[in-house]
């Protein structure tokens, strides 16, 4: 299995830009998770979605963050309009919900985003 | 807010057992101790969970105490590549269930 998957890897974008970032989660996993991390505030929870239905976005900071699942194996995180203190290192996440199973989340590599 | 406690740094010879605490003294009945590591630049990768026996498996041993407040994360030989920021989380033992990682302990093997 190729694991999760995020594009793209690395995002340099001028304030005031849509950004979109992109996952793909491992095949067969029904639960899908957002991060954001920065030295600051560490490793912080965006959304995440079960059977492609957004359960929590409690962490999304505001409302220029957006996110979708339209299907089960792809989802998307999109800033419009992108800030500098949105500058941070984004990771997705993967698991597989079922009866017993370990709340073990894959991790992708992440995409390094720099808002100038 | 984290609901576990731990060191922010430790050092650790290469080849010696790294022992991690972690304090959760809030931690409820049907919640778990997970604990992952963050290799630079990496993302975070799932090491070992328990509720309240001690377990062990590849990666790693975790001691749990009985009245379950705190627990031991213990890399028995490690070795430079196990130099990472870990996470220890509480959290209820279900699939797709969040997961709040809070600042973990920095562990730095040398040689």
């Known amino acids: 299995d190729a694991g999760v998957i995020q594009s793209p890897r690395h995002e340099v974008t001028e304030m005031g830009q849509e950004v979109t970032l992109r996952c793909k989660p491992i095949?067969?996993?029904?639960?899908l998770f957002w991060y954001r991390q920065t030295m600051m505030r560490g490793l912080e929870l965006l959304i995440y979605f079960n059977n492609n239905v957004p359960i929590d976005d409690s962490g999304m900071p505001e409302d220029r963050f957006s996110a979708k699942m339209p299907n089960a194996s792809f989802s998307t995180l999109k800033i419009q309009p992108s800030e500098p203190r949105d500058s941070a290192v984004y990771f997705c996440?993967?698991?597989?919900?079922?009866?017993?199973?370990?709340?073990?989340?894959?991790f992708g590599p992440g995409t390094r985003l720099t808002v100038t | 807010d984290a609901k576990t406690t731990q060191p922010t740094s430790m050092d650790c010879a290469e080849g010696r057992a790294a022992n991690l605490p972690c304090n959760h003294s809030?931690?409820?009945?049907?919640?778990?101790v997970y604990w992952y590591r963050q290799i630079h630049s990496q993302g975070p990768q799932y090491i070992i969970h328990?509720?309240?026996n001690n377990e062990t498996n590849e990666m790693a041993s975790l001691i749990i105490t009985e009245d379950r407040k705190s627990s031991t994360l213990i890399l028995p030989h490690a070795t430079l590549r196990d130099t990472a920021v870990y996470y220890c989380?509480?959290?209820?033992?279900?699939?797709?269930?969040?997961?709040?990682f809070g600042k973990g302990t920095t562990l730095s093997v040398s040689s």
């Open positions: 996440a993967s698991s597989l919900t079922s009866r017993g199973a370990v709340n073990e989340q894959y």
């Open positions: 809030t931690i409820s009945g049907n919640e778990y």
């Open positions: 328990g509720l309240k």
């Open positions: 989380i509480v959290s209820v033992n279900q699939a797709g269930t969040a997961l709040i």
């Open positions: 095949s067969g996993h029904n639960s």
